[in-house]
């Protein structure tokens, strides 16, 4: 007789992070990857019961479907792979401002996982896309919105090398995003991920490759901190 | 005949960036690995003819001993490896507060570098050290004073733990520094950064192995954020 | 004219270890993984007509449906992606205490491996879920349960931190059990892998990515150790 | 003017973990790479200091001489690079047996340095050396002396397969120690490493490259646990 | 329009190496991975108009199904992956003795290229399966069998330690065979190959991850040499 | 409710560069991988729609039935992957001569993407096929061929040892295109790219692994240069 | 008794390739690093013998005083590591425009290295320096100077992003130069490397990391052919 | 009180394997690296005292210097780092032929380490230098001599070519033995291994890097079994 976990109550295998608002201030987010179809449901009901917002990553469309079904509000991004119900706040209150910067389109999936990652967290943002450095003048035509923004994430597959040519050209951080675009020595994004992280511009910091998710929480958590009045005594 | 590079005149091997304060609204820093003594000593006494104030990174004791016998307002901190000559602005103008966390003795090289980098460029900053995650409640113990920073450096060789037990303890970014610190598998620092870019707790982003120098610098901009005003209209 | 393997009578291709329990207390176990169906199949048959007990590993749901058809008290779990017919005791004379501690949901399958393995063997084992350190009072809500064992495995992939944090917290031997939940810098569980090898706290020992059931294995051997008597004279 | 973290005093580096032994029955370890010669002595007296036994590792001849010239008591091992101030318990008083296979000359000093950590927290270990695969029968003749132990310490470089050839000839566990002994593609250890690591044989578990220490360590805590009587309720 | 290369007439892709015979004493294999089903039914074709033997390695059933439907008296070995249309000799004048030992069930694959290369190119083989080192008595009962080979072939996946007990019991050439059986760090048969390399047993030489066929090659050149009578002047 | 990027404009998410044909005299190219079927098709509408002529490159068969339908002119080549509309020159107008030299009938891919992708910038190709280094006199017969050319590219997988020895038999560049052709320790042209890195020759510079595009356009800069009067004063 | 290789006549370790300016039209290089002194010399002697110029690379001081010593003609460049005695044409015949551009001051030791090969073998050659990505103006600064070039050679350490944005802004080919300036991840020039395979930009190709000589022996192939009257029949 | 391992009697930490000779015809080796001065000649008198030859290898000039001033009769080879005090038979009774192909200079220690090797178990030996496949022609000018022998030992690093040119010249085995010779992406001898692994020429097996010992042990073993008359029965 064979017998799979989803015979589990979903409270034997999954412990809701309940306090992890008042730790952090903000909720737990579902990375879905490695999940079964059974236990990212149970998870989601179980959120939404308690009434979390929800915001599932690394979701495929076999999930999406099974939750759109339920929860016919939710919003599943094909090209980011998010799924959401809910969020912090309503778009119109998002505060302060990121800029998300693509290298090219097919970086457009880890983009806008990010994109959807601050904007459910309260952040506005605005997506900017291919302008790789290959040819540089479309980076320099974008400069003043990119430098409107209170942080910027700058994601590129290959090289990598968009971040540290943004980091160069701007006073806030750039959270760098790189990206498994590219093949054979692109290898699935390391020669990114290394080139990010050994750019002889300061003011970047790195993510995973394709943590989209990531890079938009860091990026919102950075944001908030502009967007609010200063600390009266640290 | 043997001929050398110190027969080149300053102007032909290095370009001192003087309009980075107007890009990016900081002055550039000097690598002094991979330079001779005469390059490094060169553009340092370039820098200070225009008045721009030094920092020198990665410096060893012979530069160090070259540096202050002809500037004997140079500090060098031999843990850190940097040689500074002025700075932004006064010890007590510092702004805001980072904290700069490190996980063990050994560590301390490159957290000193991040606190001289964040320093020299005008925040204050907070070290604690030896609270690494073998011993938990050391870190519990500093959690108050973590918490009061408005971003934390988190740095830790090995397998770089460290940062991923703090980004679940607090709501602000935190920046994680690998060090070299380790043998064996620890592969000079891949094992802890390799951690750190995997962290299941969001709220990291990782810089270069043992590059205090650029946690500090992304910290200092993070930090700048929070202590300053909200940006009218972003 | 095709031929295959399967024209061969098993004797040709698999040598049953029958002197192993004499030589290490337990019997062999099939390794299902890069075996044909047929090949699987006819050492199962071989040991059970033997009468030996029959733990298969890493068998998928083909194999399980071939199985299962002929040993109908065969029992296959689909997480674990073990099959078992019979064991060494049963379950009411499994002996002391095993932990198995899994970070995540996605870490149940590696988990439920060991647990499968140990209790395969007569070790009792207690799985305890989802206590990862991005959220550590999770985790210290179970540390009496935890203590309570003899001997703790933690599964654990991406930074695989939870290792090195129980391990500061027990006063008994942790095995890590690496897993290969993540993406990008995980590198398919070489990131935990690396993170456990080179943690700092002490009493901890690695067994391979994914390798639940070495972990149970080798769990099963120092709980036995705890749960008999000491050695007269060793 | 140069300034090194010699100025600090110790408590703004260093944190004794004193409730260390309350959690896990064992006194804390310096592990000296890494710290400067002030930073080891000034951990290393503030022990001394407080009543605690001193375990140090990866320790070189500059620190034995410093230490051995304040404490004459101190015990250096050149081999091992280990430095022990008092122990756990007197010799005559250690409980069990651990065997320490060494498979070469070689890995003598990795081997060693798990005697000497499992000699520190009490156990009775003995060494056997040479009997390397490559001459199996040499393997064969200690035999006997290794099945008398509780468990096994098997440090082996170059392809590391001591381990699982011991591993299906016993009944106790085998902790498996990769050594640094080698060149070209035994990478420093890790070919040793990973053979130990994806090894056939069950009942292997692996601790980094060249860490004697924690293989000692884990050793004598699974050695315990055998020599103890078995807890009541677990 | 889209066109392929199968509008390419075969001497514009590929160019038998007619004289390889007379250089090498021995006919060209065809390495059937990476090649469309056209091409390589387009080379084998032309093999057999010049009356050349055939031997295609890393064949799928895709290609064995055309093959064999072209020339029936193809032979497919759905284990091995090769494909062999006649021979060097007949089976009863194959020369001298190669023993095959395969560590386990999962190595038989690339064992049995190993044994069908060498069989077509004219020499006795005997296959041994399932004598990994986990239990060692196996190996040692057939222990007679091997040592009457003039060279043997040791294939083993995971942490490939049957090469090296081999050599050291043997008088003759072990030619080790790394397979990519196993999982984690076993890495596609990374380990067993770093691990025959690094073997502290001399006489070894390893061949690349799954090269059955460069193996038995290999073996074939040694075995001739010791079957044929000694050079008058070398 | 699921939305996706195909309901985006094109001009949002991708930028054509005009400019770019005034800066380097040559226009942009369609990386078609990590593009959905929608984003690559509108790319190249828009690019028709400016009349630029278009080469796709990697591009899957599903791609190539969407465009053709569209563009009946539009030319796939499945070996190649690659589709092109219209190009630079009408194909008697080509100059110069660049010779494209594949090891075997595997590396035809790669090699073809070079042919295709200089014939479409207006070089004047030739292809010579399968005379890898195991039989050296098959590219001796072709060196009469391959010397008549401005600037050779020899792609090579596994060992990739074709660049070397080509460069130490002609006067003019070779520009290496590693291959993924290969199993095992080729790692999917990882150990052809080291290979042509460090040959011992001169004369070689390389393009990423599979990377016939870049070969080519690199070739055709060369051949250009070569067929083109001297510049009057550089 | 000791014996080494010095007491060889250099023609038995040694083979001058006296027919190589036949094949490739120009002499052979010393590759010093890993010879002894006396076998560097020995080669030295015997090319100056013969009348052939001597380009000494990878040469060390104590080298360069050896060959000084004999020859005071010779030149040595500390920074480039090269020595050099006479040459393929004095300096005021050097033929067309190879630009030498550089990251930074750190990559000077490459740059110089190619600057010397290319100079050696009659191109004529600027440098341009201190020019990375990280403050991009000072490189569209230098614009103008670059593009007059036939082909230009990009040195970068780091991310080694130069190469990328200088493809993206010439139509001549650029020769991407990697140099192992950097620390953590850099990986001894790695990082660069992959960077500069992977770029986005077309017309890059690869050279070894810090291969000065292999870029400037490339880079004056290529030189050559801009400078020549174009072939009359390819 | 500091003690070391040279207190204790050399039969505590090496075995003289005795039975070796018995078992596989040829007596032990000293590997020297990583023994100390005091172990490895403890183990070198305990072999003279046995009556055996010694070989040493990767000894360095501190032990030559030790050794041969108690055994003056012993040979040290500086370029090959090996000691040898006897052999198994005198130079005049060497037997059949061995070729040992060095690709340049820089490998020679290698190389000759395996010709120390070959000579002192009774082969005959023949060293051709300097024979590189970026000069084709200086190794056919050396075929001849090369066909001559039963086995061929391929030293080369870098691309380490020269193994596969030669496979495909000759009908004998060739033991590939690639070298740490090279610099940047040789990666120590790493690009030169994968490519001997991955040669599109079959009848070549590799052995470590910079292994001269291993290759030359093994090309005895085939040279032996070609010099014996042919097995009466296998």
């Given at each position: 007789m064979a017998n799979t976990d989803s015979d589990l109550p979903v409270q034997d295998f999954a412990?809701?992070?309940?306090?992890r608002g008042e730790r952090t201030g903000y909720p737990e987010v579902v990375?879905?990857?490695?999940?079964t179809l059974d236990q990212a449901e149970a998870i989601i009901i179980r959120m939404r019961e308690r009434g979390l917002p929800v915001l599932g990553t690394k979701a495929d469309s076999a999930l999406s479907e099974r939750i759109t079904a339920r929860f016919p509000e939710a919003e599943y991004d094909a090209l980011a792979r998010t799924i959401a119900i809910?969020?912090?706040?309503?778009?119109?209150e998002r505060q302060g401002l990121i800029a998300v910067v693509a290298a090219g389109t097919s970086d457009l999936g880890a983009a806008r996982e990010a994109v959807r990652a601050a904007e459910f967290f309260g952040s506005k943002v605005e997506l900017i896309s291919d302008?790789?450095?290959?040819?540089?003048h479309r980076l320099f035509a974008r400069l003043e919105d990119i430098r409107r923004a209170n942080v910027i994430i700058a994601a590129a597959g290959m090289e990598g090398a968009l971040a540290g040519v943004i980091a160069g050209l701007v006073s806030v951080p750039v959270i760098a995003l790189p990206t498994s675009v590219g093949y054979g020595a692109a290898f699935g994004g390391v020669s990114a991920l290394l080139g990010m992280l050994t750019s002889c511009a300061p003011g970047i910091s790195v993510v995973n490759i394709d943590n989209g998710f990531g890079a938009g929480y860091q990026a919102n958590l950075i944001n908030k901190l502009a967007a609010r009045p200063p600390k009266e005594k640290p």
């Open positions: 412990v809701i992070d309940q306090r990375y879905c990857a490695g999940k809910g969020g912090l706040c309503p778009p119109e302008v790789g450095v290959a040819g540089i």
